[in-house]
């Protein structure tokens, strides 16, 4: 099967800690056979910011990885621990792979972030709204490109979402598109066919960053639902991994 090949490609190491609060801080190594100055992408998984798990992901670590992109996946704290914990552990994932890639064949200087859903919205967060990953000594600047699929971005649809973002303070603090500035790092957003809402909120958040002179694009996958784009993710043909990897190429 198509999957062979992939699993045969490249080594896989699990549960390696990047902090030492909660079990949750840990994350996946996907490297590529030979890594040398590799691009990186840290995927973040969704959940509603209250599920999910990276071991369900395998297959982005496994895909990206066989096309020699050194991929890690990140596990972090969900509610009903409260925001903002759940970015604090992206910016800290963030940091760890900052500081260690180049010693396991990555280069630093080229780490993309990719969520999904919840993790479409972390990303996105976390190279709006700096204080998070200056906390660690870094800016959106250390940031080369973002992919956030199928996310929620705007305070109209956080505000839903009453289980982690309880307040007007906590919902403004986690908008993106109340902190979009210049100098952030190049967008490929994706969204599928009728998605949750994120087929309005994706064009819309697209539109503040470009209005700040930002590199932003989006893409509608047509006959994906929000958990097929995902799931689709490395099979024979898919439309998604395809325009994701001419992104990370580029």
Same mark, same amino acid.
């Given at each position: 099967?198509w999957w062979v090949?992939?699993?045969?490609?490249?080594?896989?190491?699990?549960?390696?800690?990047?902090?030492?609060?909660?079990?949750?801080?840990?994350?996946?190594?996907?490297?590529?056979?030979?890594? %040398?100055?590799?691009?990186?992408?840290?995927?973040?998984?969704?959940?509603?910011?209250?599920?999910?798990?990276?071991?369900?992901?395998?297959?982005?670590?496994?895909? &990206?990885?066989?096309? $020699?992109?050194?991929?890690?996946?990140?596990n972090y704290r969900? =509610?009903?621990?409260?925001?903002?914990?759940?970015?604090?552990?992206?910016?800290?994932? &963030?940091?760890?792979? /900052?500081?260690?890639?180049?010693?396991?064949?990555?280069?630093?200087? /080229?780490?993309? @972030?990719?969520?999904?859903?919840?993790?479409?919205?972390?990303?996105?967060?976390?190279?709006?709204?700096?204080k998070y990953i200056?906390?660690? $000594?870094?800016?959106? %600047?250390?940031?080369?490109?973002?992919?956030?699929?199928?996310?929620?971005?705007?305070?109209?649809?956080?505000?839903?979402? &009453?289980?982690?973002?309880?307040?007007?303070?906590?919902?403004?603090?986690? =908008?993106?598109?109340?902190?979009?500035?210049?100098?952030?790092?190049?967008?490929?957003?994706?969204?599928?066919?009728?998605? &949750?809402?994120?087929?309005?909120?994706?064009?819309?958040?697209?539109? @503040?960053?470009?209005?700040? $002179?930002?590199?932003?694009?989006?893409?509608?996958?047509?006959?994906?639902?929000?958990?097929?784009?995902?799931?689709?993710?490395?099979?024979?043909?898919?439309?998604?991994?395809?325009?994701?990897?001419?992104?990370?190429?580029?």
């Open positions: 099967m090949a992939v699993l045969l490609a490249q080594g896989v190491t699990y549960d390696i800690s990047y902090g030492d609060k909660h079990e949750r801080q840990k994350l996946d190594l996907y490297i590529p056979h030979k890594a %040398k100055n590799a691009k990186v992408l840290i995927f973040v998984h969704g959940g509603s910011w209250r599920n999910g798990d990276k071991s369900g992901y395998a297959h982005i670590g496994n895909t &990206f990885s066989a096309k $020699g992109h050194l991929t890690v996946t990140i969900l =509610s009903p621990n409260p925001w903002p914990a759940h970015i604090e552990d992206v910016a800290l994932a &963030f940091a760890w792979v /900052k500081k260690n890639i180049a010693e396991l064949g990555g280069d630093p200087s /080229k780490i993309f @972030l990719m969520g999904h859903s919840a993790g479409a919205h972390l990303v996105t967060l976390l190279v709006s709204n700096e200056k906390a660690h $000594g870094y800016s959106s %600047k250390d940031v080369a490109g973002v992919i956030p699929i199928s996310g929620a971005y705007t305070p109209d649809v956080l505000q839903k979402m &009453f289980w982690v973002f309880k307040s007007p303070e906590v919902i403004a603090d986690a =908008s993106p598109s109340l902190h979009v500035h210049e100098g952030m790092p190049p967008f490929f957003m994706l969204y599928a066919e009728g998605d &949750f809402g994120a087929d309005t909120n994706t064009p819309a958040m697209a539109d @503040l960053i470009a209005e700040k $002179g930002n590199d932003v694009k989006y893409f509608e996958i047509k006959n994906r639902g929000h958990i097929t784009i995902i799931l689709w993710i490395g099979r024979p043909g898919d439309i998604a991994t395809a325009r994701i990897l001419n992104f990370l190429h580029k």
